[in-house]
T-cell receptor, first 111, second 115 residues
């Protein structure tokens, strides 16, 4: 079945450094790849997404890159701040429209 | 707009009991789904629906039933609760015009404890 693998499971960076989270997907028909941020006790919130006809997308300090050939996409956060600390999830839209999520990355930004 | 709402916020059940988790959205979204979230396992898709009268299984459907009689509501039923169903449950919805699933909005979640 469809699968999304996410790495690393935990990531600790110093404030101001960059953070990179990587995901791979199995369904070659996937064409939509969102990233969600979830703070403790809260619901997941969309932070950025990318479609298969685009290789890169930026929104201020966050960017996402997509390599369809390798079935791989990544989230890049630059100039990290303590408020970026949260769990981040990648996802891929599989056949039939269902959204499959990765296992999550717990990002800790140390002041 | 209330967005996606879920009730109850928290529920304790005994093994074998049944219950229904409610989910409603007021955004006229065709696509709705249920996820469960367990530590270290991310968000796993239980069931989803692409429109009223249409439902399909996700990654972990066993032990759960759904129905979609209206666009607004997508209840999740546990027929005989088991301790393995202790989890946080999230409902989500999105527009899916032309078969393209757009931004998915999540409800606040229901925390379920099965003893």
């Amino acid at each position: 079945g469809e699968n999304v693998e996410q790495h690393p499971s935990t990531l600790s960076v110093q404030e101001g450094d960059s953070a990179v989270i990587k995901c791979t997907y199995s369904d070659s028909a996937s064409n939509y790849f969102p990233w969600y941020k979830q703070e403790l006790g809260k619901r997941p919130q969309l932070i950025i997404d990318i479609r298969s006809n685009v290789g890169e997308k930026k929104d201020q300090r966050i960017a996402v890159t997509l390599n369809k050939t390798a079935k791989h996409f990544s989230l890049h956060i630059t100039e990290t701040q303590p408020e970026d600390s949260a769990v981040y999830f990648c996802a891929a839209k599989a056949f039939g429209g269902k959204l499959i999520f990765g296992q999550g990355t717990e990002l800790s930004v140390k002041p | 707009n209330a967005g996606v709402t879920q009730t109850p916020k928290f529920q304790v059940l005994k093994t074998g009991q049944s219950m229904t988790l409610q989910c409603a959205q007021d955004m006229n979204h065709e696509y709705m789904s249920w996820y469960r979230q367990d530590p270290g396992m991310g968000l796993r898709l239980i069931h989803y629906s692409v429109g009223a009268g249409i439902t399909d299984q996700g990654e972990v459907p066993n032990g759960y039933n759904v129905s979609r009689s209206t666009t607004e509501d997508f209840p999740l039923r546990l027929l005989s609760a088991a301790p393995s169903q202790t989890s946080v449950y999230f409902c989500a919805s999105s527009y899916s015009g032309g078969g393209v699933v757009e931004t998915q909005y999540f409800g606040p979640g229901t925390r379920l404890l099965v003893l």
